[in-house]
């Protein structure tokens, strides 16, 4: 119809344009379209073409750029021409080392004060406000960002995390992105399933550097630990039950009268034995029905309803520590995932330890730990290593004297024999915060904080 139009049909007169087509008409990203479509990269000159624009990224040698731009019909523009020292460029700041520092300088304070300002702002509205130029560009500056920035855009996704109340999972969202971005343009998918989990993770507990007794509440027996992703703590008083309590933060914790101080969390279904966790957002405790049926239960905090459950082979309900009978499994979280320590049966002498899919609580795989269930009373998981802590029944000074590392790259006779502090009497749990380096335990009734110092592994 255009050729029809412009061979047989009434002509105007030709007219040279030298200004361009204004921005927004209807006949701007045809015209563009025509007037581009014959230009191309080349191996000096890389062509990337919008809508109603396009931009040459190449390399001019001794000011030489008329290969490229002769073969195209074009001739640089010196004033729109820049050399890359620091440039914005569709809303990414890039510089000539292509790290994402000044780009991280401008978004981190920006984005604080919407953060908080944006406290009972609904989830969805979030992300559409901050949440996109929080990550905006991450395909770009994710794998070049440096520690002191990323450790930075971590304490604002963490603080995000807290004012809305749930959790924002930045490495999982840049891994996420980085693999969609990657199998557009490779042209076929890619699976992220586990790579979206994975951590560099490579130290090993060397010292318990301090000691805090919070305070004295509840029961004997019980456990309470803080979220990684937000400040909010979580409290379960006793060895069973379907009442879970939040506090916003250790401090609130520790000037509450009592447990019922916080906010009430009804669960589903009770839980058993101090073998529960919370991590990113999700309350996952242990069921058992019957001595025969011990179930996983994931609760999202956020919704108030079970996302997923499964099913345990833990046979005939037997205690994965000796000394704390009541707690049949036990769910611990590191910066490499999520873990479940159980016995695979009473006549299963040592400790078991499961590795979990975090999002459908599959079992990855399984290890036989060779650390005794005898005299043992809790454990922890720091970068996929085991700690068992042990204790005598007439309580005493508990220790760390077995470890088990799924990587092979520490053994139990080369690691060192760890005493607790001196205290009260017997863990009943011992819950490690990877952001934090620190245990929650939950010792006679006294909430106790042990900070950690670590030690990066001697790699084979």
Same mark, same amino acid.
Not at 234 to 262: C, I, L
Not at 290 to 304: A, C, I, N, P
Not at 377 to 405: H, K, M, P
């Given at each position: 119809?255009?050729?029809?139009?412009?061979?047989? /049909?009434?002509?105007?007169?030709?007219? =040279?344009?030298? $200004?361009?087509?204004? %921005?927004? !008409? *209807?006949? @701007?990203?045809?015209?563009?379209?025509?007037?581009?479509?014959?230009?191309?990269?080349?191996?000096?000159?890389?062509?990337?073409?919008?809508?109603?624009?396009?931009?040459?990224?190449?390399?001019?040698?001794?000011?030489?750029?008329?290969?490229?731009?002769?073969?195209?019909?074009?001739?640089?523009?010196?004033?729109?021409?820049?050399?890359?020292?620091?440039?914005?460029?569709? /809303?990414?700041?890039?510089?000539?080392? =292509?790290?994402? $520092?000044?780009?991280? %300088?401008? !978004? *981190?304070? @920006?984005?604080?004060?919407?953060?908080?300002?944006?406290?009972?702002?609904?989830?969805?509205?979030?992300?559409?406000?901050?949440?996109?130029?929080?990550?905006?560009?991450?395909?770009?500056?994710?794998?070049?960002?440096?520690?002191?920035?990323?450790?930075?855009?971590?304490?604002?996704?963490?603080?995000?995390?807290?004012?809305?109340?749930?959790?924002?999972?930045?490495?999982?969202?840049?891994?996420?992105?980085?693999?969609?971005?990657?199998?557009?343009?490779?042209?076929?998918?890619?699976?992220?399933?586990?790579?979206?989990?994975?951590?560099?993770?490579?130290?090993?507990?060397?010292?318990?550097?301090?000691?805090?007794?919070?305070?004295?509440?509840?029961?004997?027996?019980?456990?309470?630990?803080?979220?990684?992703?937000?400040?909010?703590?979580?409290?379960?008083?006793?060895?069973?039950?379907?009442?879970?309590?939040?506090?916003?933060?250790?401090?609130?914790?520790?000037?509450?009268?009592?447990?019922?101080?916080?906010?009430?969390?009804?669960?589903?279904?009770?839980?058993?034995?101090?073998?529960?966790?919370?991590?990113?957002?999700?309350?996952?405790?242990?069921?058992?029905?019957?001595?025969?049926?011990?179930?996983?239960?994931?609760?999202?905090?956020?919704?108030?309803?079970?996302?997923?459950?499964?099913?345990?082979?833990?046979?005939?309900?037997?205690?994965?520590?000796?000394?704390?009978?009541?707690?049949?499994?036990?769910?611990?979280?590191?910066?490499?995932?999520?873990?479940?320590?159980?016995?695979?049966?009473?006549?299963?002498?040592?400790?078991?330890?499961?590795?979990?899919?975090?999002?459908?609580?599959?079992?990855?795989?399984?290890?036989?730990?060779?650390?005794?269930?005898?005299?043992?009373?809790?454990?922890?998981?720091?970068?996929?290593?085991?700690?068992?802590?042990?204790?005598?029944?007439?309580?005493?000074?508990?220790?760390?004297?077995?470890?088990?590392?799924?990587?092979?790259?520490?053994?139990?006779?080369?690691?060192?024999?760890?005493?607790?502090?001196?205290?009260?009497?017997?863990?009943?749990?011992?819950?490690?915060?990877?952001?934090?380096?620190?245990?929650?335990?939950?010792?006679?009734?006294?909430?106790?904080?042990?900070?950690?110092?670590?030690?990066?592994?001697?790699?084979?």
């Amino acid at each position: 119809m255009i050729l029809d139009h412009l061979t047989k /049909g009434s002509q105007s007169d030709r007219l =040279l344009c030298s $200004t361009g087509v204004p %921005q927004g !008409t *209807v006949l @701007a990203p045809l015209l563009f379209t025509l007037n581009t479509t014959d230009s191309h990269s080349s191996s000096s000159c890389h062509l990337q073409n919008f809508s109603e624009d396009s931009a040459a990224v190449g390399l001019i040698t001794d000011g030489d750029d008329t290969d490229w731009s002769l073969r195209n019909n074009l001739q640089i523009n010196t004033g729109k021409t820049k050399e890359l020292v620091s440039s914005k460029y569709l /809303g990414v700041h890039l510089n000539k080392n =292509l790290d994402w $520092t000044h780009g991280q %300088q401008q !978004t *981190v304070p @920006a984005q604080e004060a919407e953060v908080f300002g944006s406290a009972g702002t609904p989830p969805e509205d979030f992300m559409t406000l901050v949440g996109s130029a929080i990550f905006y560009g991450m395909v770009c500056w994710s794998s070049s960002i440096t520690d002191r920035d990323r450790k930075r855009m971590d304490r604002l996704v963490r603080r995000a995390s807290s004012v809305l109340g749930r959790p924002m999972d930045r490495d999982r969202r840049r891994m996420d992105r980085l693999v969609r971005r990657a199998s557009s343009v490779l042209g076929c998918p890619l699976d992220n399933k586990h790579n979206a989990h994975k951590h560099n993770c490579v130290e090993i507990l060397s010292a318990i550097r301090s000691v805090k007794i919070l305070k004295r509440v509840g029961g004997a027996k019980g456990l309470w630990t803080r979220d990684p992703s937000s400040s909010r703590v979580y409290v379960f008083n006793g060895t069973s039950g379907d009442a879970v309590y939040q506090f916003d933060s250790v401090r609130e914790f520790s000037r509450s009268a009592g447990v019922a101080g916080g906010r009430l969390i009804r669960l589903p279904s009770d839980w058993t034995g101090a073998g529960g966790a919370v991590y990113n957002g999700y309350l996952y405790y242990v069921h058992q029905e019957t001595r025969t049926d011990v179930q996983l239960v994931k609760f999202d905090l956020m919704s108030g309803a079970v996302s997923d459950a499964a099913v345990f082979p833990a046979e005939g309900g037997a205690p994965v520590y000796e000394l704390n009978p009541e707690t049949v499994a036990d769910v611990a979280a590191d910066d490499e995932g999520l873990w479940v320590l159980y016995a695979a049966s009473g006549a299963e002498p040592n400790i078991n330890l499961a590795k979990l899919d975090r999002d459908s609580l599959d079992i990855e795989q399984i290890w036989d730990t060779g650390c005794p269930r005898e005299k043992a009373e809790a454990a922890f998981v720091i970068c996929g290593t085991v700690y068992v802590a042990y204790n005598t029944r007439l309580a005493s000074r508990s220790r760390l004297q077995c470890l088990f590392d799924v990587n092979g790259v520490v053994v139990n006779e080369e690691a060192p024999l760890l005493y607790f502090p001196r205290r009260y009497g017997a863990h009943a749990s011992l819950k490690y915060n990877p952001e934090e380096r620190q245990l929650y335990a939950w010792d006679d009734g006294y909430q106790i904080i042990y900070r950690l110092s670590l030690k990066r592994k001697l790699l084979l």
